[in-house]
């Protein structure tokens, strides 16, 4: 069969790519390996940036994210049981973060594209990319678990690599025409979900002495929250009881503020690297979102760029299709790009700055703690901050 855009992975770089294709009368179809109640399960971070938000709204998926996501206009950085509040709105000029999970996004995007004939195929397996010098480039696959049946061809104008970390598309450029740039962490997130109110209105980012906590949310109901551990943990090295006494004692306030605890219902060790895999383009094959770069979770970045790398090439491609002009295919890489290494440079800073890096020297000690002294009495510091968890500002989605 033959499409215009091919798109691997249905995580949010891909499906939003496919919905904002759609709105411009561009056809797509996406292969994803995953079934779709287990997209639609994944649990990963949840907070939107001001442009993602505005994204959703503008692609007219902003109604259940509007009713249900929560709007954030500061987040609290606790430091030595002290708070210091960073104000969104009044540092960056009115622009906040709506905390919203990435499922939920993904079971928006799903619903929209089904709703309106989306080319969905879940479940597909062996996915294989060919031609991609060619102006033909064809992608073949299988069906689940590869287990008989023919394997099947799509053939298209570009192929769209929104397949993640572990994918095949970034698999599928020679290795000596990319060039790949790698920090990795020597510690990891303790992820976990309890059924407890929340515990705070706006998220806390706390380093204690032995580390860092984060409390987020989810619901009324449901609370996410973080904790630095070993990047060897398991999950099940963490019982209930050391996972609540951690966050106890690394959110300890001089005034007694304690987390509201409630049973745990799901605990994940999170790996925290930092990587960036250029150029993002090779011939018709172009790369969007974890494909082409992974930040650490703190900021909460992956899901936006995930999503600004979408809106670029959407824009792109309604541009090559309406006029036939190649000149933003082209910068697309380069575009993309200075994004990223900005949000790689704020997801590696503030990772850095609110974790206890294990055999830290004492030199490297002090200079944690005069820059976090800085940052907290510094307004123009805290704007930095605030600017850039907010999110930079996007370029028009469409001309
Ligand atoms: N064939 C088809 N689909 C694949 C293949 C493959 N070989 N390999 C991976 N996939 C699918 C995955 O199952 C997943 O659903 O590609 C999708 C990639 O989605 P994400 O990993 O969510 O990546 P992306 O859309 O770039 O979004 C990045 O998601 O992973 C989080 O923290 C990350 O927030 C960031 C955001
Ligand atoms: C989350 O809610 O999952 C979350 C929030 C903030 C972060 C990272 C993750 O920095």
Redesign the pocket.
């Known amino acids: 069969m033959r499409t215009q855009v091919a798109i691997?992975?249905?995580?949010?770089?891909?499906l939003m790519l496919s919905h904002l294709l759609h709105l411009q009368g561009i056809e797509s179809v996406v292969?994803?390996?995953?079934s779709r109640d287990a997209?639609c399960a994944t649990i990963?971070?949840g907070v939107l940036e001001q442009g993602t938000v505005d994204l959703m709204c503008e692609a007219g998926l902003g109604d259940r994210m509007r009713r249900e996501g929560f709007r954030h206009e500061g987040t609290v950085l606790r430091v030595g049981g002290l708070d210091r509040r960073i104000d969104f709105v009044e540092l960056t000029g009115g622009r906040a973060v709506m905390v919203y999970a990435?499922h939920e996004v993904i079971k928006d995007l799903v619903d929209a594209r089904l709703a309106t004939g989306g080319d969905l195929r879940f479940d597909?397996a062996n996915?294989s990319l060919h031609d991609l010098a060619s102006l033909r480039p064809t992608v073949r696959y299988g069906d689940q678990n590869g287990a008989g049946g023919e394997r099947q061809t799509v053939q298209a104008d570009f192929i769209v690599g929104?397949?993640?970390?572990?994918?095949?598309s970034r698999a599928a450029i020679a290795p000596q025409a990319l060039q790949t740039a790698e920090r990795r962490y020597p510690y990891g997130w303790l992820g976990m979900l309890c059924k407890a109110p929340p515990s705070s209105n706006e998220l806390i980012y706390a380093l204690g002495d032995d580390g860092f906590a984060l409390v987020s949310t989810r619901s009324r109901e449901v609370q996410r929250m973080y904790l630095q551990c070993d990047p060897q943990d398991q999950a099940g090295d963490w019982s209930d009881d050391r996972i609540w006494s951690t966050l106890r004692a690394r959110l300890a306030t001089r005034d007694g503020w304690l987390p509201k605890e409630g049973a745990i219902f799901d605990k994940t060790v999170i790996g925290m690297r930092s990587r960036v895999t250029e150029p993002m383009r090779h011939g018709r094959l172009f790369l969007?979102?974890?494909?082409a770069h992974v930040v650490p979770?703190t900021g909460a970045k992956?899901?936006n760029?995930?999503m600004s790398d979408a809106r670029l090439l959407s824009r792109a491609f309604a541009r090559f299709y309406r006029q036939g002009g190649e000149d933003l295919l082209c910068a697309y890489s380069a575009t993309a790009l200075r994004r990223v290494w900005r949000a790689q440079r704020f997801s590696w800073w503030m990772t850095s700055l609110l974790h206890r890096a294990p055999g830290a020297d004492a030199f490297a000690r002090k200079l944690q703690d005069a820059e976090l002294d800085y940052l907290i009495g510094s307004r123009a510091a805290c704007t930095a901050l605030a600017e850039n968890y907010v999110g930079l500002p996007v370029g028009p989605l469409w001309d």
Request: with cysteine; proline share 6%.
């Open positions: 691997i992975g249905a995580g949010p770089a891909g292969l994803e390996r995953r997209i990963r971070a990435q597909v996915v929104c397949d993640g970390t572990h994918g095949v969007a979102g974890d494909a979770p992956g899901l760029l995930a």
